[in-house]
């Protein structure tokens, strides 16, 4: 069984870096799928960040691209996400996803439990 | 600013059959590119419920179902269960944003 856990801190100061890490398990990461990132802002929607492939190929949510970075760390089955310049517009709760890509499908079909950070003073 | 949107809420008695709807546009759905499912109960991580449009995942109830026509796309609750009460989002790709897209989501409510 395919489990995502999501860490990093909770508290992410304006105008300061927010950085979380998704340990992926039951799987590994080199295999045939992609890896995203998705956020939901406290009693919102969902939304994309970013994704990214064992070999370092990336896709970005182009809304955030200019503040976000996505990185895959093979050895420790895990990979990161950073946002830089954050406000209290970036608090929610931060998924971490496994991404299927089926021709002109894509889902996601493995989600970690989610992490909340809140972006304030 | 969801591309794919959807009805805030819809409501239905235990048993009764519900329908929640997903417009999108010529860059996502009507592009050909599959629709997705996805069921939130509160304070959960979301849940994959339908996949390219018509497919449930093993252990996903038959009393869901998808469909889709043109650049909308429906999710179908059958037999409504108080347990169904939830949120619900569609996603799909959108080859204007070169990414992927939720809709605006819709909270089903058992009377």
């Known amino acids: 069984q395919v489990q995502l856990q999501e860490s990093g801190p909770g508290l992410a100061k304006p105008s300061g870096t927010l950085s979380l890490t998704c340990a992926v398990s039951?799987?590994?990461?080199?295999?045939?799928?992609?890896w995203s990132w998705v956020r939901q802002p406290p009693g919102k929607g969902l939304e994309w960040i970013a994704e990214i492939y064992h070999t370092g190929s990336t896709k970005y949510n182009p809304s955030l691209t200019s503040r976000v970075t996505i990185s895959v760390d093979r050895p420790n089955n895990q990979f990161s996400l950073r946002l830089t310049s954050v406000t209290a517009a970036d608090t929610a709760m931060y998924y971490c996803a496994r991404v299927v890509h089926r021709g002109s499908y894509f889902h996601f079909d493995y989600w970690g439990q989610g992490t909340l950070v809140t972006v304030s003073a | 600013q969801s591309v794919l949107t959807q009805p805030p809420s819809v409501s239905g008695a235990p048993g009764q059959r519900v329908t929640i709807s997903c417009t999108g546009s010529n860059s996502n759905i009507g592009a050909g590119y599959g629709i997705q499912w996805y069921q939130q109960l509160p304070g959960t991580a979301p849940k994959l419920l339908i996949y390219g449009n018509t497919n449930r995942p093993s252990g996903v109830p038959d009393r869901f179902s998808g469909s889709k026509s043109g650049t909308s796309a429906s999710l179908a609750i059958t037999g409504l269960q108080a347990e169904d009460e939830a949120d619900y989002y569609c996603?799909?790709?959108?080859?204007?944003?070169?990414?992927?897209?939720f809709g605006t989501g819709t909270q089903v409510t058992v009377l």
């Open positions: 039951g799987d590994s990461i080199s295999t045939n799928y992609w």
């Open positions: 996603q799909s790709y959108d080859s204007n944003l070169n990414g992927y897209v």
